[in-house]
Structures are given as C-alpha cells and as structure tokens.
C-alpha cells in the first residue's frame, strides 16, 4: 500500500526561478520543515493510502479519460493556510491558469468519486507547497513584501500519479498522464 497524491510537476527551469525568487522570504524560516525543491508540484488531489487493486483501477481512468488539453499557469506570490495570521503551510500561489487548473482538478476529482477513491476534498486552491510550519506563525509581513519580482509562467501539458511512500526525494511518479486536445 502507498500514499498517493495527483499532481502536474514544475519543469527544473521553473522550480530554479521560484526558488531564486522565493529564497529571500524563505531564508527566515529554514527552521520549520521546507520542503525540498525536487518535491515540488502543484497537487490536484491528494488522495492518501490505497490498494493496489484501487491503484491499478485508478491507471485505468487516467490513461483514457480525455483530460482537455495544454494550458499556462503563472505562478507569483506567497500565501499560507489556514491564513496568513495563523500559517501552518506556507505556499507559491498560482495567479494565471487558475479557471484552467480548477477545471482539471474537478475533473479528477469527479473520476475519483466515480471509482469510489476518497481524497482530501477541501476546496481546491492551486498552490506549491513551501513550507510546513512546526507551530503557527504570523506570515503577513512575508505576504507584504512577497510578491514575485516576476510572474513565472509554464505549460502544463501533463500530470502525475505519485507515490511519496516509495520514494521520498523526488517523489516517485507512477503513471505520467499527457495532455492533449485529441
């Protein structure tokens, strides 16, 4: 049994780009529990453990489910949940795409009800995970001063199912799923 999640993955360009952009608002926080940049992706469901009767069910969905095809997401400035006053999480969010993305999530999610999968099914909120906080902090001041000096744009035109049981950094994928408008 694994612990998966669906996620499109960062191209290495983009994750060095965020990162240049990021570091200086993440350097005060390199107590807390960032994550590694090899790890970093925008989820579209985080789905936990699963059989691999389930698993293999789920491959099936994924490879022939047409899925819509390319689109740009942007990617600009921080936020955390469940707030900025009180973050536990602290995140990249997505500012271009994000109609594009929450169609795609929906969609999956919707094949996940469909196959009887349960997934976390809190409101879909596209974003890079940073950093998880050991206790809550004030990140309004990153907020303030953390808008991106550039917005990092990229094609999506794929997807993942990963498994962060198996292989920890990076994550290991299982199945890559294309995009395409056929």
């Known amino acids: 049994m694994g612990r998966y999640f669906i996620g499109i993955p960062l191209p290495q360009e983009v994750k060095k780009k965020l990162k240049v952009q990021s570091w200086p608002g993440l350097s005060r ?8 940049q090899q790890n970093w992706h925008l989820t579209l469901a985080f789905i936990g453990n699963l059989d691999e009767s389930k698993v293999e069910e789920l491959k099936g969905l994924l490879g022939v489910f047409k899925w819509g095809g390319p689109f740009k997401i942007g990617i600009r400035h921080f936020g955390a949940f469940p707030t900025m006053e009180e973050g536990r999480v602290l995140y990249m969010a997505c500012e271009k795409g994000t109609k594009e993305i929450s169609e795609l999530a929906a969609l999956i999610r919707k094949g996940l009800d469909d196959l ?12 890079v995970t940073l950093a998880r906080m050991r206790s809550p902090k004030n990140l309004s001041r990153l907020a303030e001063n953390g808008k991106m000096k550039q917005e990092v744009v990229f094609t999506v035109d794929e997807f993942n199912l990963y498994d962060s049981e198996k292989q920890k950094h990076p994550y290991a994928i299982v199945e890559t799923i294309p995009l395409s408008i056929d």
């Open 29 to 36: 926080y390199k107590e807390e529990k960032l994550v590694p």
């Open 116 to 127: 009887a999968i349960t997934y976390d099914s809190k409101p879909f909120v596209p974003h």
